[in-house]
């Protein structure tokens, strides 16, 4: 074999000698060997039974609702809807464990109780005003 590829064909005429293929991609015809495998095999395994997807959590309506009441306050109406709704969700979700929204449910509580708190404050505040100035 004159050329220099080792996988060239002989020509007619050539004898080629012994192969020389270290891996044989489809046959040597010079040997007569066949292809050996590129890519090791595997063997063939069997999977069990795959469990099945968890069911996605719902979120508790009344804890977004308190979330929502307790931003938008609403003429002080909201923060007191929102501590109803709030205690009302904490309650579901403490019987439900499959409901979600606990931490929703507690800012609509903080947000609820830092507008009745405001509510209060702007009641005493303008109750000593109107006291004082009357009198």
């Given at each position: 074999?004159?050329?220099?590829?080792?996988?060239?064909?002989?020509r007619?005429?050539e004898?080629?000698?012994t192969?020389?293929?270290?891996?044989?991609?489809?046959g040597?015809?010079?040997?007569?060997?066949?292809?050996?495998?590129?890519?090791p095999?595997y063997?063939?395994v069997?999977?069990?039974?795959?469990?099945?997807?968890p069911?996605?959590?719902r979120?508790?309506?009344?804890a977004?609702?308190?979330?929502?009441?307790?931003?938008?306050?609403i003429y002080?109406?909201?923060?007191?809807?929102?501590i109803?709704?709030?205690?009302?969700?904490?309650?579901?979700?403490?019987?439900?464990?499959?409901?979600?929204?606990?931490?929703?449910?507690?800012?609509?509580?903080?947000?609820?109780?830092?507008?009745?708190?405001?509510?209060?404050?702007?009641i005493?505040?303008?109750a000593?005003?109107?006291?004082g100035?009357?009198?």
């Open positions: 074999m004159s050329n220099t590829d080792p996988w060239a064909t002989p007619s005429g004898q080629s000698s192969c020389q293929h270290e891996s044989f991609v489809e040597c015809e010079s040997c007569d060997r066949r292809r050996q495998a590129a890519t095999s063997p063939n069997q999977y069990g039974p795959q469990p099945p997807y069911t996605p959590r979120t508790n309506g009344l977004i609702a308190s979330l929502v009441l307790g931003i938008v306050w002080w109406i909201g923060s007191v809807l929102a109803i709704f709030g205690h009302v969700a904490l309650g579901q979700m403490k019987r439900d464990q499959s409901q979600d929204g606990k931490g929703m449910a507690i800012a609509g509580l903080v947000l609820g109780y830092i507008g009745a708190f405001f509510l209060v404050l702007v005493v505040v303008s000593t005003a109107s006291s100035s009357g009198g």
